[in-house]
């Protein structure tokens, strides 16, 4: 089983809808969490770092369940420029961060 | 303020060549990483340096060497290329190296073919 999982996708979706990715971990020692937004041949780009009450920052909204080991990122109000690939990214007590796979998120008119 | 660089963008290697991979950041960042990204998948840690003068095994070690040169530069080494190391590498830096708040940043990618 893989560390950090995510739905498969692709997603596509017309403009203005909401989305949601889905990922678990597997350590329940992980300290940090976070969404990363990929661009086709591009460097990731950290989306927004995902904190214990859940937070928000403007259409994204992130929520952690560490019970449940658990993130989950909802985009509101789809944008075309939202298309790209979303990973979720797990952090440990040593600095060390494992990647999900993505999840391909595609905007259509 | 270039952020993190990383030479070169491009390269194709034979099966048994060697090659370094190099990286710099000017964000005085303590952390810095080496990362690959096959098709398809998400990046996997081949090492870190969790700051000056220290470096780790990540992930996928094997085949790999890494020197951190200083605080700004950390570059990886393929001492025998082989095809299963095609990839697009990515290093990236952090602040700290840890916690809810350090984000990491990336350099643009080198795409590295072995044939």
């Known amino acids: 089983r893989k560390e950090v999982e995510q739905d498969p996708g692709p997603f596509n979706v017309p403009e203005g809808a909401t989305v949601a990715f889905n990922c678990t971990y597997s350590?329940?020692?992980?300290?940090?969490f976070f969404w990363y937004r990929q661009d086709c041949r591009k460097e990731p780009k950290l989306l927004m770092s995902?904190?214990?009450s859940g937070n928000e920052d403007g259409r994204f909204t992130a929520q952690l369940n560490r019970a449940s080991q658990y993130i989950s990122l909802l985009i509101r109000d789809s944008k075309l420029s939202d298309s790209a690939t979303y990973l979720c990214?797990?952090?440990?007590?040593?600095?060390?961060?494992?990647f999900g796979d993505g999840t391909t998120l595609t905007v259509k008119p | 303020n270039a952020g993190v660089t990383q030479t070169p963008k491009f390269q194709v290697l034979k099966t048994g060549q060697s090659m370094t991979l190099q990286c710099a950041q000017d964000?005085?960042?303590?952390?810095m990483y080496w990362y690959r990204q096959d098709p398809g998948m998400g990046l996997r840690l081949i090492y870190y340096s969790a700051s000056e003068g220290t470096t780790d095994k990540g992930e996928v070690p094997n085949g790999y060497n890494v020197s951190r040169l200083n605080k700004r530069e950390f570059s990886l080494r393929l001492e025998s290329a082989a095809p299963s190391q095609t990839s697009v590498y990515f290093c990236?830096?952090?602040?700290?190296?840890?916690?809810?708040?350090?984000?990491?940043?990336f350099g643009p990618g080198t795409r590295l073919t072995v044939l």
């Open positions: 964000m005085n960042h303590n952390s």
């Open positions: 990236a830096s952090s602040p700290i190296g840890g916690g809810d708040t350090d984000t990491q940043y």
């Open positions: 990214v797990v952090r440990g007590n040593a600095g060390k961060s494992t």
């Open positions: 995902v904190y214990s």
């Open positions: 350590n329940s020692a992980s300290q940090s």
